[in-house]
């Protein structure tokens, strides 16, 4: 057995809940080999940055963290969304051990190896069967699919990442079994379209536990709900077969929350956008799955000051914030992402005007936010504690996501723990979070 101490290595991780997966698995297969994780570049033996390029300002952000690493430490790995663009690290930064893109795992163990070699101790289990978890222990990110097969005009994430790849539904069902079984209470099912799951390997059906079963959403959602915690859709498009997992959330096998990015409301900006699924009379698709499941709570992002948007086409979009009464809308102003097509649309819409827009939309959703919350003062709701105060405890209802929705604060007279699910009476709201007591 080794007796040399194991390779220290100080993990930055930042972007969207995807790229938070990849870093799970990156770190998973370190901790496997033996590694050891800290907080701090220096004395660490290298650091990795796990990058994300979506948006210019996200760019910024990934520069500025190699940069510091490099400052502290010297020794970078840098992976991530920005690693498929590596001329813009580069010009920077000359002096980087390695760039790899998105989910070149192999590519970044391999880098660490050379740098830091691992020191085998085989008689060390280091890493539980579930992986590792960098959310807190009670829920966890469930990556169903790589890519995406789109082509929204505003983004690059297909050339980043590649067309859809689906993982067999056995193996992300095995997975969502393994966090159940080491405790965790709340599934986020993400990819960059839920929805088309599957479609990349013709639904293939895959063995899971003596039942063939197709490699589809329907499916996923069905199996999942039989797991008895809380399982959450994220990246959902509306595309017809939708509205066959409505059922299973009035039957309360997944949560009442869909999480559909509709981006805008106006036919023509739409199209411009070439978004997938069936985005027009998305109104009444609403109006049906509320007739069949009444409580169901949809989050959303929109564009405003898209390339070619005219007043028109934004009055259409605060009509649709109005009639849609949505629980939860993130709002972004247009900006170009290098590569993209939408970048030599015409009909640029000036700054003054996109920051206009922003302001009515937030305080148009700010509104019916607020509305929609209020009616909830009254109701006993079940609340998923997330932290606990000295006497209140903070937590989230079923229709509300982490990190992006809003909060329950809780006045309780007992300590509760992190993943607890109590029942909370609502006593008052305000544009965002709720307050009430345990029961
Ligand atoms: S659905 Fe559109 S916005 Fe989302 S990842 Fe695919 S191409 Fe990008």
């Not at 960098?134 to 505003?154: D, M, Q, V, W």
């Not at 898209?306 to 109005?322: R, S, V």
């Not at 929609?372 to 937590?395: C, F, N, Q, Y």
């Amino acid at each position: 057995m080794s007796t040399a101490a194991a390779p220290k290595i100080s993990f930055v991780s930042l972007g969207c809940p995807k790229a938070l997966v990849d870093s799970e698995r990156i770190i998973t297969r370190l901790r496997a080999e033996g590694y050891e994780l800290t907080k701090q570049h220096q004395g660490a033996d290298l650091v990795i940055v796990n990058t994300c390029g979506f948006l210019d300002s996200a760019k910024q952000e990934s520069l500025e963290h190699i940069g510091e690493a490099l400052s502290e430490n010297g020794k970078v790995i840098v992976t991530g969304c920005m690693g498929a663009q590596p001329d813009e690290i580069t010009s920077r930064y000359s002096n980087l051990l390695a760039i790899t893109g998105p989910q070149a795992y192999e590519s970044v163990l391999d880098a660490v190896h050379k740098a830091a070699p691992p020191a085998h101790d085989p008689f060390v289990d280091l890493v539980p069967p579930q992986g590792i978890k960098l959310t807190p222990r009670h829920y966890a990110y469930l990556k169903i699919s790589e890519g995406c097969s789109n082509r929204c005009s505003f983004c690059i994430i297909p050339q980043l990442r590649g067309d859809l790849v689906s993982r067999p539904i056995n193996e992300v069902l095995r997975e969502a079994e393994k966090l159940a079984k080491a405790g965790v209470k709340e599934l986020l099912v993400i990819s960059q379209d839920t929805s088309a799951y599957g479609l990349d390997i013709k639904y293939q059906p895959q063995l899971w536990q003596d039942r063939e079963i197709r490699t589809r959403f329907f499916e996923l959602a069905k199996e999942l709900g039989d797991m008895g915690i809380w399982v959450r859709m994220h990246y959902v498009y509306p595309y017809p077969h939708v509205d066959e997992i409505i059922p299973l959330m009035a039957e309360g096998k997944i949560l009442p929350y869909l999480d559909i990015p509709f981006q805008h409301a106006s036919p023509n900006v739409l199209k411009a956008m070439k978004r997938p699924g069936n985005q027009e009379k998305t109104l009444e698709r609403i109006k049906k799955w509320r007739s069949i499941c009444p409580d169901l709570a949809i989050r959303s992002t929109f564009i405003v000051g898209f390339p070619g948007e005219t007043d028109e086409d934004f009055d259409m979009l605060l009509d649709w914030i109005e009639d849609a009464q949505i629980e939860r809308a993130g709002c972004f102003k247009f900006e170009p992402v290098k590569g993209a097509v939408a970048n030599d649309l015409p009909g640029l819409v000036p700054e003054e005007v996109k920051e206009e827009r922003w302001h009515q939309f937030m305080q148009t959703q700010q509104e019916v936010s607020a509305d929609l919350l209020a009616r909830k003062v009254g109701k006993t709701l079940p609340i998923i504690i997330d932290e606990m105060g000295s006497t209140i405890a903070k937590g989230r209802s079923q229709y509300d996501a982490p990190e992006i929705d809003g909060v329950v604060y809780v006045r309780t007279p007992k300590a509760l723990s992190a993943g607890d699910i109590v029942n909370v009476e609502i006593e008052k709201s305000d544009e965002y979070d709720l307050h009430g007591r345990l029961v």
